[in-house]
C-alpha cells in the first residue's frame, strides 16, 4: 500500500472518472517501496494531452508533443502523460515521433529500468511490475529493461542515468548492463548537453555523487562527459599531504562538499582540475587560476547558468588562499575584497573543509575558526571593502578637482580605497575630501 499525495490520488480519480486508465508511475513508485519521500509524484494515463487538459481547471501544456500537461492543484503540481510507446531517438538527442498507446504494458516497457517501470493504482492496491522491479529494489540492483545494448543504443542518456541512480540510491548496476555502456558510447556523444546537465545535477545531489564519477570512469563515459577529471586519474601528489591521486581527491572532496549545494559539490570536484595541466614534479603552480579557467570552459559546455559558473570560478580561483595568524587586520581586509566580499568567505571556508576532509590531516581548522572571528569583527566595524563602501563617490572627485568623468576618477577612487583598506578610520568624508585634493 503506497501512500500517495491527495492531490496525486484526486487527478488519478478524475482521469478513472473520465473514462480513462491513470497510474501513478516512474520515481515517485520506486522511492515509496523504498520508503523514502518522493520528489514529485508522476501520473501516466491513458487520456490523451488534449483530454487531460480538458479535465483539470488549471493545467500548463508542458510538453505536448511528448503528451505531458502539468496540472495544478492547491497542494502542488503533477505531471500527466499519456501512455507512448516505440520512442525513437533518431538523432539520438531528443525523443522524435512520440506515439501514444492506450496499454499501460507498451508505456511501462519503453521505460529506461526495472526499477523505474513500475505503475501503481491507489485505488485499488495494485501494482503492475513486468520487469521484476520489486525484486531488483530488494536487491539494490539498476537493470535495464529489455536487452541493455539496444536500450542504451536508443538513447545515448541512459547509460549516464544508470550511473546517476546507482549513486543516488547507492545500488550497483547489473552486470549486462554495465557491460553494454562501453559499447554504446557513440551513442553518449550524441546527446544534447542540456539532457546531461540535469543528470550531472541530480548526481551532484546524492550523498557520494563519488559512486557515480567513479561508474562513469570506469565504463568509458567520463572521458566523453568530463574528460579533464578523468585526466586527474592517476596523477599523484606529495605524500605529506596526500593519500588520494588527483582524481579520487577530487570526488571525495566533492562528497564532503554540503549535499544541498551544487555549487559547492562543482566547485570541490573541480578544484583541482588545473593540476595535471601545471604538475611540475609534486607542485601544482598556479593551478588555482588555470583551474578557474578551465571550470568555466566545462561548465558553459554542460550549461551551467552564468551565476553558478562565476561563483564556481571565484571558489576555485580563490582556494589556495594560506592564512597565517601573522595577517594583519589589513591582509583579512584585502582578502576579502579579493574573494568578492565577506559573503563569499562562507562558501570558501565550507570548500577548504571539504577539500581537507580528503587530505591526510596537517591542521584540524582551527585556523579557519580564527580567520571567521577576524572577519566578523570587520563586519561588526563596517570596514570599506569597496569602493562603494568609501564615504565619497567619484561625483565628489569631480568636483572638488574640477575634471570631467573618465578613468582618472575610478583611479583616484581605487587610490582611496587602498589607504583605506590600510587604514579604516581614514573613511571619513572630510578626510577623504581632504586626501581627494591632493590628486590635483
Ligand atoms: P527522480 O526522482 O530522480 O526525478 P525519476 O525516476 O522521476 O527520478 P525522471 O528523470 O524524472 O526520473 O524520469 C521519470 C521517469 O521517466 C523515469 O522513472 C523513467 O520511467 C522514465 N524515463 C525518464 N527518462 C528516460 C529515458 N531517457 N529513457 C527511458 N525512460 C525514461
Ligand atoms: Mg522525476
Avoid at 44 to 65: C, Y
Avoid at 236 to 256: E, G, I, M, N, R
Avoid at 267 to 287: M, S
Amino acid at each position: 500500500m503506497i501512500k500517495t499525495k491527495a492531490g496525486a490520488a484526486e487527478i488519478i480519480q478524475t482521469l478513472k472518472s473520465g473514462g480513462f486508465a491513470a497510474y501513478l508511475v516512474g520515481g515517485c513508485v520506486r522511492d515509496s517501496l523504498l520508503g523514502q519521500e518522493p520528489s514529485e509524484w508522476d501520473i501516466t494515463t491513458s487520456a490523451r494531452p488534449e483530454a487531460v487538459a480538458k479535465l483539470f481547471k488549471k493545467t500548463i501544456p508542458t510538453g505536448l508533443d511528448y503528451g505531458t500537461v502539468t496540472v495544478i492543484l492547491p497542494d502542488g503540481q503533477y505531471e500527466v502523460t499519456t501512455f507512448r510507446s516505440d520512442e525513437q531517438y533518431v538523432d539520438g538527442r531528443h525523443p522524435q515521433n512520440v506515439k501514444f498507446t492506450d496499454d499501460i504494458h507498451r508505456d511501462l516497457s519503453r521505460r529506461d529500468f526495472t526499477i523505474n517501470a513500475l505503475a501503481y493504482d491507489p485505488e485499488s492496491d495494485q501494482l503492475i511490475d513486468d520487469f521484476g522491479g520489486q525484486k531488483d529494489l530488494a536487491a539494490k540492483i539498476i537493470r535495464a529493461v529489455g536487452e541493455p545494448l539496444a536500450r542504451f543504443s536508443e538513447d545515448g542518456l541512459r547509460p549516464v542515468r544508470a550511473c546517476r541512480f546507482a549513486a543516488k540510491l547507492e545500488f550497483a548496476i547489473e552486470q549486462k548492463t554495465f557491460e553494454a555502456i562501453p559499447k554504446t558510447l557513440g551513442v553518449v556523444k550524441k546527446v544534447a548537453a542540456e539532457r546531461l546537465h540535469d543528470e550531472l545535477v541530480k548526481m551532484l545531489g546524492a550523498a557520494r555523487p563519488s559512486i557515480g564519477f567513479e561508474l562513469m570512469r570506469k565504463s568509458g563515459l567520463l572521458v566523453i562527459i568530463l574528460p579533464e577529471l578523468a585526466g586527474a586519474f592517476g596523477v599523484d601528489q606529495p605524500p605529506q599531504f596526500h593519500k588520494y591521486d588527483v582524481y579520487w581527491h577530487s570526488l571525495y572532496s566533492c562528497d564532503a562538499a554540503p549535499q544541498d549545494s551544487v555549487v559547492l559539490r562543482l566547485a570541490a570536484l573541480l578544484h583541482d582540475i588545473g593540476k595535471p595541466a601545471c604538475k611540475v614534479d609534486l607542485t601544482f603552480y598556479n593551478h588555482d587560476r588555470v583551474g578557474a579557467e578551465m571550470a568555466e570552459t566545462i561548465l558553459k559546455r554542460l550549461k551551467f547558468g552564468r551565476d553558478d559558473i562565476d561563483r564556481v570560478k571565484n571558489l576555485i580561483g580563490n582556494h589556495m588562499f594560506d592564512y597565517t595568524a601573522e595577517w594583519s587586520d589589513s591582509a583579512v581586509r584585502r582578502f576579502l575584497r579579493r574573494i568578492g566580499g565577506v559573503g563569499n568567505s562562507a562558501d570558501l571556508f565550507a570548500l577548504r573543509r571539504a577539500d581537507a576532509e580528503a587530505m591526510i590531516k596537517v591542521n584540524n581548522g582551527e585556523y579557519l575558526r580564527e580567520l571567521q572571528t577576524r572577519i566578523d569583527k570587520i563586519v561588526e566595524e563596517e570596514n570599506a571593502l569597496d569602493v562603494k563602501d568609501l564615504k565619497v563617490d567619484g561625483n565628489d572627485v569631480m568636483n572638488a578637482l574640477k575634471i570631467p568623468p573618465g578613468p582618472k576618477v575610478g583611479q583616484i577612487l581605487n587610490d582611496l580605497l587602498e589607504k583605506v583598506l590600510d587604514d579604516p578610520k581614514l573613511n571619513e568624508r572630510e578626510t577623504l575630501l581632504r586626501l581627494i585634493k591632493a590628486y590635483a
